[in-house]
Structure formats: structure tokens, C-alpha cells
């Protein structure tokens, strides 16, 4: 089974950018849509967006400053995010949509001045 590995958070000033990777040990292809989501201290995991092979899907909250990206020649679903806000705070997971793996880790996205 292809497993998802993410990586790229930091601490960063709000009005920040940061760019996080989701890079598949496999064919990313094979997993087709991926899922980036966040879980912030003391609540639920929350969607953020999805790409798919034709389309891309993005939370309310992140329309317009949010980009989710794939490269398949190398594995890897991006996540760019511009104007980053301080309830941007969270850790960050990606996934495949429809054939979930157990979570990893994460990254961490921290964004304060």
C-alpha cells in the first residue's frame, strides 16, 4: 500500500507563506485524489482541500489563499499557502480520499508573530 508522507511546516508570521508536501512512497497516480486536512489544538480535524485528476476543492476558509497542487512524476501533492492566519495554526495531514491510510504524523504549522 502506498503510504503519504508529510513534511514543510514551520512558524511563520501571519500574512506568511508556507508550502507543504505530501509525497506518496508509491505512484501517487494510483491514489488519484488526495485530501490535505488540519486538526487544530483542541478540535476535530477539519477538511482543507482536495485535487483530484481533474478538479481541485478547497474549505471556505482557505478559498483564495490556499493552492493544492500535484506533480506525479514526483509522488507529491503540494499545499501552498499565502496570507497565512493565526487560526491557520494546526497540524496539517494529507490522505488519500477514497482509500484512506491510517493517519501519520503530520506537519505543524504554527503562525504568529
Known amino acids: 500500500q502506498v503510504q503519504l508522507v508529510e513534511s514543510g511546516g514551520g512558524l511563520v508570521q501571519p500574512g506568511g507563506s508556507l508550502r507543504l508536501s505530501c509525497a506518496a512512497s508509491?505512484?501517487?497516480?494510483?491514489?488519484?485524489?488526495v485530501g490535505w486536512y488540519r486538526q487544530a489544538p483542541g478540535k476535530e480535524r477539519e477538511w482543507v482541500a482536495t485535487i483530484s485528476t481533474f478538479r481541485t476543492n478547497y474549505a471556505d476558509s482557505v478559498k483564495g489563499r490556499f493552492t493544492i497542487s500535484r506533480d506525479n512524476a514526483k509522488n507529491t501533492v503540494y499545499l501552498q499557502m499565502n496570507s497565512l492566519k493565526p487560526e491557520d495554526t494546526a497540524v496539517y495531514f494529507c490522505?488519500?480520499?477514497?482509500?484512506?491510510?491510517?493517519w501519520g504524523q503530520g506537519t505543524q504549522v504554527t503562525v504568529s508573530s
Open positions: 490522505n488519500s480520499v477514497y482509500l484512506p491510510r491510517p
Open positions: 508509491g505512484s501517487i497516480v494510483s491514489i488519484n485524489t
